[in-house]
């Protein structure tokens, strides 16, 4: 790998998602107060669909912000209007937020219409032009190729469009196979990308659940692994042990390859994310 040094002080972050209950709120929040210890250089949080879920992101935005961490609000624009996007934007911009994760997002259940963006890169050129270098830009990158696209090579052309449409970095989907991150780097770099490319990071603390995520946005899990996890069965201190130290791998792997971070899916939980971080030696 070219595009990235192992030399650098590798850059952590933090998904979350809204919580949909006052309980689920406080969760999120006490896990946000410990993972600040690690000294992350941002938090991300997801886009709700619709409703309760879309409010719950920008109260925990707003709540991150205001304990003075980095937050980097997910923006989706499948669905949207340019003038529900604008506004949302202008009260980011008012509290200070200048990163953002941009994406396309799923059509919310019941919506016919596209709304005024098709594709994530209509989203990243609305923002440049109406905001210009105000907001820093995250990506999404798939190095087993999105569920939807026709190809890998269409796949990685979608990319390297959003990246020189104005992105300044990428986080990937979660994957298992380092191999899979590095061949998508160095595909990336040949096709002239030269953003920072974040793998995606998700802790394993479920199977049935892992199971059920994965074949839904089309992340393979190796068939070790799934074999070694389907036998624990209700055994689930052992499963999240190995779990653990098959993710702690996976890390190092990445992290000694010249990857120039790790974004942890957190599912809302400090616990397993920090002591991953912990046993790199962070």
Not at 61 to 75: D, F, I, K, N, Y
Not at 235 to 257: E, K, N, T
């Amino acid at each position: 790998m070219t595009q990235h040094t192992a030399s650098r002080t590798p850059q952590l972050s933090f998904e979350f998602f809204p919580a949909a209950t006052d309980a689920g709120m406080q969760k999120l929040l006490d896990a946000h107060q410990a993972l600040r210890t690690l000294d992350p250089a941002y938090f991300s949080v997801t886009f709700g669909a619709g409703g309760s879920t879309q409010a719950r992101t920008t109260e925990i935005v707003t709540a991150l912000t205001q304990a003075g961490s980095q937050v980097a609000p997910h923006l989706t624009c499948v669905g949207a209007t340019r003038e529900s996007i604008r506004s949302l934007l202008d009260s980011y911009r008012d509290q200070g937020i200048r990163r953002l994760v941009a994406l396309r997002g799923d059509l919310p259940s019941g919506m016919v219409g596209l709304g005024d963006f098709r594709h994530a890169i209509d989203l990243i050129r609305f923002i440049r032009d109406a905001y210009g270098d105000w907001f820093s830009l995250e990506v999404a990158a798939y190095p087993e190729m999105h569920p939807q696209a026709e190809s890998p090579d269409a796949d990685l052309a979608r990319f390297a469009e959003k990246a020189a449409a104005g992105a300044h970095s990428a986080i990937t989907q979660y994957f298992y196979n380092p191999n899979a991150y590095f061949d998508f780097v160095e595909r990336a770099e040949r096709a002239g990308v030269t953003i920072p490319i974040v793998p995606g990071i998700m802790p394993i603390l479920n199977y049935t659940q892992l199971a059920r995520f994965s074949d839904a946005c089309g992340a393979e899990i190796p068939r070790w692994i799934r074999l070694r996890l389907a036998s624990f069965h209700d055994d689930v201190d052992s499963l999240r042990a190995f779990g653990h130290d098959v993710v702690v791998d996976l890390c190092q792997q990445l992290l000694d390859g010249g990857a120039p971070g790790i974004h942890f899916y957190t599912m809302n939980q400090a616990g397993p994310s920090t002591a991953i971080w912990q046993a790199l030696g962070r």
